[in-house]
Structure formats: C-alpha cells, structure tokens
C-alpha cells in the first residue's frame, strides 16, 4: 500500500465514494465524493498530538470492538494516506465550550471543522473493481451461542485478540478472565455450505484460516490444545497440504463433525460442545475455554448499489458474474470493467493478487492500444422508422443506447463501443426500427421457412442462445446422448434476440410446437438480457391464448452449456407433446395468424390515413 | 413486495403456489417435472 500510495502514475483517493459512472470501454466518466476528513492529509504528519487531547472513546470497528478509539482516529495502523481523520457522528464539534481540544493540539493546524466534502469528476479508460466483500456475522445463528457466551467468538476476533497490533498487544486471551485459554475448538463451516443458515457456497478461505491459526497458537504457546471440528479439511492450494499435515502432526485435533449444541458452564465460563464424530459415529462432548466460529464471507452488502452503478450482474452466490468463467475470469460483461479480489468470488491473498495483475494487465490493454475493436454484431437505428417510444434505451443491459427526447427531435443512439450485440432492443421495438448486424431479422426468417418448407408437422423449431443453450445441444451431441432429430436448432447470440415477430412467423408457417432457450438468469452473457425474454415469452403466452392457440405449444427453457442431458431430456419431451398437436390445429392456428394479421394490416392502414 | 401467486407448468399441467414480485423477473421450475415453461395464472377478476 506505502508503494502504490507513493506511485508516480497512482492516485490514490482514501475515504472516496464512487457515486455515478456514466460512459463506456475508454470513455467512463466517474464522479468521486472526497468526503472530508476534517484534517488536510497533507499536512498530517499523525503524530496523535490530536488523539491524546480527544475526550470521546468509541468502540474501535477495526479491534472488532475489544478496544476503543477517539473521534479522531486512523482507521488501521497501515491506512494509506497516514493521516488521521473525525468521525463526526461522534465529535463533539468545534464549539469551544463544548470541545475543539484536538484543534487546539495541533501544532502543524491540520483541522479544519470547515472542510466539505468534495466532488471529483474523472476521465477514465478502464476500470478495476476490487470493492471487496463482508465477513458472515453468526448472530443469526445461535446453535453455537454466539449471541449467548461471551467466550464464542469468530475468527476475525480471534485474529485481532492474537495480533501483535490488537487490543491486547498479542497477549492471547480469553473475553471473560483475561486469562490465556488451555482448549480452544475451532468450527469450521459456520456460514458456509448450509442451506439453512448463511450460504450456501464454500468461502474458500476459512480452512486454511483455521489450519494457519491452530499453528500460531501451538507457535506462540505450545501448551495450547487446539481441536478443529469440521465437515471436511479442503487445502487445496500450492503448499496448503503441507500446511494442513503440519498441523496435525503439532498435535491439533480433527475432529470430522460439526457440533450440534454449544452451552456455558455458568460456573467455569468453559464451553461444552455436543458433536457426532463421524468417523466412529459416536457423540462425544467435549470442554472448551473458548471456542472459535470460522466464518465464511459473503458478498457486500452494497452489493445491489454497485452493481446499479456499473450495469453488473451478479451470478447465484450473490457475487459479482464474470464475462467468462473459463476465458475471461477477470472481464465483467460490461467492457472495459474489471474485477479483482473477493468482490467475484471468495479468494485467498495470493489469488486475489493473481486476480488484480491480471486485471490491471487488461486494463493496460485497453488503455495502450489507444483505441477499441468493437463487436462485429451491433444494433443500427433506423431514425425514419423511430417514434422516440425510448423502449430500446430502456431495455438495454449495458446502457448503450441514449435516450431519445421527442420534443427536440432527438433519437436514441446507440454506443458502438459499449453494445455487445445481444440484440434485445431490435426485438422489443415494435417500430422495427432497429436492425442488427449479423443475425437480421430475414435471415431468422428465412431459417424458419427453411425449417418448416417440407414436413412441417414433423419439425419442433427451437431458438438456442449461442452461449448457453446451443453448446448445451453441442454437448449433448459430443457425449452421444440421444435425443429426437427432428428438432431444427437456430442459434442466436442471446434469446434476448428472438423477437415475437419469429415465433409468430413459426406457428403461421405450421409449426406444431416452438422452443425459445436460453442461459439460466445468472449465467447470462449479456447481463439481463435473459429477463426481457421471459418478459416477452409472458407477453407471447397471454397473446397465443387471447387469439385461441394454446400457449402450450411455445416452451421455454434455460439451459446452460454444461446441461447436455438436460438438453437430450427436453428434447424428448418436447418430441412427446409434438406427436400430440394435430394437423387440424395446426391449420387452425395459420387460419387464426393468417386473419390476425390482416387485421392488424387494416388497422395500420386505418390509422395511416388517419394522418 | 413479494406475494403469492398461483403458476401453471406449460409441460407437465401442474400448478402450484409461488412467491411472486411484480414486475421482477425470476426463473421458475415446475416442482413436478422441471420445466422452465412456468407461467403465472392471473386470477380473474370478479364482475
């Protein structure tokens, strides 16, 4: 941190807000809230003259509350810029009655009650999202008496208790005799992998945490027993086995189960843990001096805001969705963005610092080559079709249309560099006012009628999105699952793309059934595209059953590229409900689209003349 | 607001009961057979 805050090419912004991104790949404008420190971190040199004069004690969020701070305060003795800052929420102000004591310490007159907070704006080409993530908090919980005794605590806490810098300057002990603990029980899981409490993802890191806290502890007192319970040891990394045999052979206890119930001898203080041990199937109850919970973490709280703020999506765990996860891990699926850190998924250290060179080395491809390659398949504007209904804007994942204004005659534009071609404003506008590049709406067209040309009874027209559900066919087909072959597949870069107009156009040309297919809403490669699909398939079901078709007969499905047997398996229940839709409904349902159409035409006519 | 709805499987016929949120769209699983093919059965409304 001292290297990057002295950086000649890094500035850094410490105690900033992003609060609006506007912009795309090489153009992002940002506006930064600089909140006021109160102190110029220029002049501070934090000699605590300050802190010292400070009568207000707090509870210290960084000593997890085991110790207290002052108004005035650095966040954590590392912080960059070294400069301390008020907490105003809790100073008593600058009246002189009431207190200004800090200010009067202060030989080098760094504080500034008046200071205000300032608004940057900046011009930037990428950007690096390493925003982080939170720590599970158990108090949910209570099977482990997190809320009830004092001595339960979570490994963060136990991080600050054994810190050299904690609150008791490395001195481990326990909350409620200060005395240093002879048992300590680590529980693994807490907060992960449950479907009833906290997550249900692997945190990652809590293992070896927890492997690496058992060996400080026998490092700095070797009396120290030390049992780890858990679901299963998961040392997976460079070394960490090493790590995890270590330990064991140091004299740490596994013990393969998680405790049931965690109760307080009111006398002792001691901890008594009720726990099946697994490996022989017996419940055992062990005593504690304290027990450690190993936390899992979770995605930011903030997380819905950042996202906003970005146009990001976040896949199931609530953690940010990358472009790929195979080829472009670092990639946001908006360009020019990219993450770094816990803020994708929970990472150790050393992952994460993989994850940010590998981010910044992106980002300095961009910033570079000084210019940007855009998507071969974009959408155009047809201005002399456009009515400034502003759908398109609307419904756009990566905000690459502006919006039109019908009183000054503007129309939407769309943003080159920042559409990814995923075509959902082509298919919501009714206007057809806008055309792709690739994949227009005569060639899908011309692939219906192709489809449907012979045999039209025969044939089940199914739309797959390239990403997800046409390389879940693919698969399908290279893991020789059976499956009907009268299903005629037409590939499109996202459902997003299938517009009402092909559907219908499939059932006027006798398609007895239609399958529209697409990414599961969290893989979805083009943010939210997915969603105005099944917006659209509503829209479609409640209009087929308005004109007298049943709505059965268009089906949706998502299906990611790795469900190649779920593919197979719709296929053929697909093929079941075709073998059940008859010739003469068939040719209903062209009578109905056939006369439906033309009413629309006259209407259009009507209004037409109508001025 | 999340409120209950009821919702009709497109492929199997089933229907059951769901939360559901207006105007946020959610992937849905037909309970029975799996399908995606799930559609929200808008109650009529009453003369």
């Known amino acids: 941190m001292m290297d990057a805050g002295r950086h000649q090419n890094l500035t850094l912004l410490a105690y900033s807000e992003v609060e609006h991104v506007t912009g795309y790949i090489g153009n992002f404008n940002v506006k930064i809230r600089k909140k006021a420190r109160y102190v110029n971190e220029d002049e501070c040199t934090a000699c605590a003259d300050c802190v010292e004069s400070c009568p207000v004690s707090v509870p210290d969020e960084y000593q997890q509350g085991f110790s207290s701070r002052k108004a005035i305060y650095i966040q954590l003795p590392q912080a960059v810029p070294s400069a301390y800052l008020i907490d105003m929420d809790n100073c008593l102000g600058n009246n002189p009655i009431a207190c200004g004591k800090c200010k009067d310490a202060c030989e080098k007159e760094c504080i500034d009650f008046d200071m205000q907070d300032e608004i940057i704006d900046i011009e930037v080409g990428a950007i690096i999202v390493a925003a982080g993530m939170d720590v599970y908090d158990p108090s949910e919980m209570d099977e482990f008496g997190y809320r009830s005794y004092e001595n339960v605590i979570t490994s963060m806490e136990f991080e600050r208790l054994i810190c050299a810098g904690g609150p008791t300057e490395g001195h481990f002990v326990r909350p409620t005799d200060y005395k240093l603990p002879k048992r300590i029980s680590f529980i693994q899981c807490v907060g992960s992998r449950s479907s009833k409490n906290g997550n249900k993802y692997c945190s990652n890191i809590c293992c070896m945490n927890t492997i690496k806290d058992t060996l400080l502890l026998k490092d700095h007192y070797p009396d120290v027993q030390s049992k780890v319970f858990y679901i299963d040891i998961r040392a997976f990394g460079k070394g960490f086995e090493d790590l995890f045999m270590r330990s064991k052979e140091s004299g740490v206890q596994y013990i393969r189960g998680i405790p049931g119930d965690v109760w307080e001898d009111p006398k002792t203080k001691n901890l008594l843990l009720s726990v099946e041990d697994t490996t022989i199937g017996k419940v055992q109850v062990h005593e504690s001096d304290l027990v450690v919970l190993s936390v899992g973490v979770e995605p930011r709280k903030d997380m819905k805001k950042l996202q906003h703020l970005l146009t990001l999506s976040n896949s199931v765990d609530g953690f940010l969705l990358e472009s790929h996860p195979k080829l472009k891990p670092v990639d946001a699926p908006t360009r020019g963005i990219f993450y770094a850190g816990c803020v994708e998924s929970p990472k150790d250290i050393k992952d994460s610092v993989t994850q940010a060179s590998a981010a910044a080395a992106r980002a300095s491809i961009i910033l570079n080559a000084g210019k940007v390659e855009i998507e071969a398949i974009t959408a155009i504007i047809d201005t002399d079709k456009c009515n400034y209904c502003g759908v398109c804007a609307r419904v756009c994942p990566y905000n690459a249309i502006t919006a039109p204004d019908r009183k000054s005659g503007v129309y939407p534009t769309i943003i080159q560099a920042a559409c990814a071609g995923c075509g959902t404003c082509a298919s919501e506008c009714v206007q057809d006012a806008i055309t792709m590049r690739h994949f227009k709406d005569d060639q899908i067209i011309a692939q219906v009628d192709a489809i449907l040309e012979e045999n039209n009874m025969d044939k089940i027209v199914a739309f797959a999105c390239n990403w997800c559900s046409y390389a879940g066919g693919d698969l399908a087909g290279t893991s020789r699952l059976q499956y009907p072959t009268n299903v005629r597949l037409i590939r499109t870069m996202c459902s997003g793309r299938v517009d009402e107009k092909f559907i219908i156009h499939a059932f006027k040309k006798g398609a007895p059934l239609v399958l529209l297919s697409g990414c599961h809403f969290a893989d979805c490669h083009y943010i939210s595209a997915v969603t105005w699909t099944q917006r659209r398939v509503e829209r479609l079901w409640n209009k087929l059953e308005r004109l007298g078709i049943r709505p059965e007969r268009l089906q949706l499905e998502w299906i990611s590229a790795a469900e190649g047997q779920k593919f197979a398996k719709v296929m053929r229940e697909l093929e079941e409900m075709r073998k059940k839709v008859t010739d003469k409904e068939v040719k209903e349902t062209m009578e109905i689209l056939a006369k439906d159409e033309e009413k629309a035409k006259a209407k259009k006519a009507k209004q037409a003349a109508a001025g | ?47």
């Open chain 2, 1 to 47: 607001m999340a409120e209950k709805a009821k919702f009709k499987c497109l492929r199997c016929g089933h229907e059951y009961e769901d939360k559901y949120t207006p105007k946020v769209p959610q992937e849905r699983t037909c309970p029975k057979c799996l399908s995606n093919s799930v559609r929200r059965i808008e109650e009529k409304r009453k003369a």
